[in-house]
């Protein structure tokens, strides 16, 4: 893994998590598609870290990624219980336009694979008409059988993209990263769960208000309660509980 020269870092759990701007952010994926290199940024929540901690090599994933970012005030949260200092948020949700913009002016190539048929079209037609010239070389859905796999892939090598932005869920999406990001050749590749279908408008984003102290989870709770009231209710607490315990881990170490 690269470190760059002025990230702060913040360690929690064995995963060092980098506090960055939007801005910043995007400084390194640019050094990223310079350097023609294979690398890749992970979008950390709690529900990911959750998911992590049952299958060891997406644990691995994680710790060995480029980048860690954290992806919501659960992270957030942690890294100040557990280290004293505060990381900045940076949500998937929120990067995309960012990237677009940034991606239009500089004539980056994107391909977007993931979510139901037709999403990832309609988020990529949205961000044409916010960017004319954004560049959007390839788009595939998310719901293909294995396979299918290596024809994707194919597909995606012929694309040449700059940038891969896989949207299939926790694990699922990076496990794809990791098995075929070097064969495509790619130089930047990052998992975004649900960002597709907020950016085609198929899932209503949480008010800004809401978003700035950091309930956007409990937005997205009441919108689909059946499908998420076991990540959030379940998933944050246990995850709360996982940040008590190695609060008092730490305590005791201190106090030996």
């Known amino acids: 893994m690269k470190i760059f020269k002025n990230n702060t870092s913040i360690e929690i759990f064995g995963i060092k998590i980098v506090s960055l701007t939007y801005q910043e952010l995007l400084s390194r994926i640019e050094e990223f598609i310079q350097e023609k290199d294979t690398r890749r940024i992970a979008l950390l929540n709690p529900h990911y870290f959750l998911v992590a901690k049952k299958f060891s090599d997406y644990m691995k994933y994680i710790k060995y990624s480029d980048l860690v ?12 219980l557990l280290s004293g200092k505060i990381v900045k948020k940076i949500t998937g949700t929120d ?36 960017f004319p010239n954004f560049n959007i070389v390839g788009i595939q859905h998310g719901y293909f059988s294995i396979d299918k796999e290596k024809k994707i892939v194919e597909k995606i090598k012929e694309a040449k993209p700059d940038i891969l932005i896989v949207c299939l869920g926790a694990y699922k999406q990076e496990m ?81």
């Open 176 to 256: 794809f990263i990791e098995k075929y990001q070097r064969e495509i050749g790619v130089p930047v590749a990052f998992g975004s769960g649900a960002t597709f279908d907020f950016w085609a408008g198929e899932v209503k984003r949480a008010p800004r208000w809401i978003q700035n102290i950091g309930l956007e989870w409990f937005w997205r709770l009441i919108q689909e309660p059946k499908r998420l009231w076991e990540r959030y209710l379940i998933g944050n607490t246990i995850f709360i509980f996982l940040v008590i315990k190695e609060l008092i881990k730490k305590f005791l170490r201190r106090n030996k």
């Open 69 to 80: 970012v954290a992806d919501g005030i659960g992270i957030v949260l942690a890294c100040l």
């Open 95 to 130: 990067l995309m336009p960012i990237l677009a913009k940034t991606g239009a002016e500089k004539g980056w190539k994107f391909y977007f694979l993931g979510a139901k048929p037709g999403v990832a079209e309609k988020a990529a037609e949205n961000f044409k008409k916010m």
